[in-house]
């Protein structure tokens, strides 16, 4: 392995790289290089100008945190996520509103739909898995070392062992398992009437892991079943760990451009996922 290879980061360059992107970075440098050139440090300009451009070779862009605004910056120009679209490069997911299977738009979790958001939280606090910190809330070091360890447990276990452990869980819903070839397919299908439906939930294996093993962390705790699944999905929003792989979780939007999880045909949510897979954890609500 060369020195340039070792230094090249797959995710921002190649087949990944996003050209619009690459392209700011690359006006950003010369815009320095000329405001250096205008007051006569020639040698300096210079020198900026070979590191700027292998940084943006090797890393795909200069601009400090570019894959973390990038995507934000889309967002909110109107028409911009069709300009950012690079296609699908490798380790992107590619599901949109329109070839996503139903039941997993608005982010499809264990729990019914008539779950009582704020009755679950009460419990969660009262149960001291969810803990005051300051004007926010947080998870119990404890209980996230506990659910961490399940996961990791989990991780590598086959789809088909996950959907099992989840009808055991439930008891209320029939659960199957769907190779769906779009999106992130494989899915952990939950039924709760007498046939597939519009209103089955479609678990991602990643979401359908972390859930599983959340249900069965918070056994430890004074909390009957129906609270444990309720309080499954929710608890997504505090992961950071990834349960696919064992990245670290960011926050970021479905728009594709620099880390973005989705293509340009779908708005643009705002989300959590795995920097290192892409997989999409938690749908977070709109910003006002």
């Given at each position: 392995?060369?020195?340039f290879?070792?230094?090249?980061?797959a995710?921002?360059?190649?087949?990944?790289?996003?050209?619009?992107?690459?392209?700011?970075?690359?006006?950003?440098?010369?815009?320095?290089?000329?405001?250096?050139?205008?007051?006569?440090r020639v040698?300096?300009?210079?020198?900026?100008?070979?590191?700027?451009?292998?940084?943006?070779?090797?890393?795909?862009?200069?601009?400090?945190?570019?894959?973390?605004?990038?995507?934000?910056?889309?967002?909110?120009?109107?028409?911009?996520?069709?300009?950012?679209?690079?296609?699908?490069?490798p380790?992107?997911?590619?599901?949109?509103?329109?070839?996503?299977?139903?039941?997993?738009a608005?982010?499809?979790?264990?729990?019914?739909?008539?779950?009582?958001?704020?009755?679950?939280?009460?419990?969660?606090?009262d149960?001291?898995?969810?803990v005051?910190?300051?004007?926010?809330?947080?998870?119990?070091?404890?209980?996230?070392?506990?659910?961490?360890?399940?996961?990791?447990?989990?991780?590598?276990?086959?789809?088909?062992?996950?959907?099992?452990?989840?009808?055991?869980a439930?008891?209320?819903?029939?659960v199957?398992?769907?190779?769906?070839?779009?999106?992130?397919?494989?899915?952990?299908?939950?039924?709760?009437?007498?046939?597939?439906?519009?209103?089955?939930?479609?678990?991602?294996?990643?979401?359908?892991?972390?859930?599983?093993?959340?249900?069965?962390?918070?056994?430890?705790?004074d909390?009957?079943?129906?609270?444990?699944?309720?309080?499954?999905?929710p608890?997504?929003?505090?992961?950071?760990?990834?349960?696919?792989?064992?990245?670290?979780?960011?926050?970021?939007?479905?728009?594709e451009?620099?880390?973005?999880?989705?293509g340009?045909g779908?708005?643009?949510?705002?989300?959590?996922a795995c920097?290192?897979?892409d997989?999409?954890?938690?749908?977070?609500?709109?910003?006002?």
């Amino acid at each position: 392995m060369t020195t340039f290879d070792a230094l090249r980061d797959a995710r921002y360059t190649g087949e990944a790289r996003c050209w619009p992107c690459t392209a700011v970075n690359v006006v950003v440098v010369a815009a320095v290089v000329l405001a250096l050139a205008l007051v006569d440090r020639v040698a300096l300009a210079a020198a900026v100008a070979v590191v700027g451009a292998l940084a943006v070779w090797l890393r795909g862009y200069v601009v400090p945190f570019t894959p973390r605004f990038a995507p934000r910056l889309v967002a909110a120009v109107p028409g911009g996520e069709r300009l950012f679209d690079h296609g699908n490069a490798p380790g992107r997911d590619r599901e949109t509103a329109d070839d996503a299977p139903a039941g997993t738009a608005g982010d499809a979790n264990l729990a019914p739909r008539d779950v009582d958001a704020e009755a679950t939280l009460g419990a969660l606090v009262d149960a001291g898995v969810v803990v005051p910190a300051g004007e926010d809330l947080q998870l119990d070091d404890a209980f996230r070392e506990a659910w961490t360890v399940r996961i990791r447990d989990r991780r590598d276990d086959p789809v088909e062992a996950v959907a099992s452990d989840v009808a055991d869980a439930l008891a209320d819903a029939t659960v199957s398992v769907e190779d769906e070839d779009v999106g992130r397919g494989p899915y952990v299908v939950v039924s709760r009437g007498d046939g597939p439906s519009l209103g089955d939930a479609w678990l991602t294996r990643p979401v359908a892991v972390a859930e599983l093993a959340a249900v069965e962390a918070l056994a430890d705790h004074d909390l009957d079943r129906a609270t444990r699944v309720a309080a499954a999905g929710p608890l997504r929003l505090f992961l950071d760990e990834c349960p696919a792989c064992g990245g670290d979780v960011v926050e970021t939007t479905t728009v594709e451009c620099c880390g973005g999880t989705a293509g340009a045909g779908a708005s643009p949510d705002h989300v959590l996922a795995c920097s290192d897979c892409d997989s999409r954890l938690f749908t977070l609500p709109d910003p006002e």
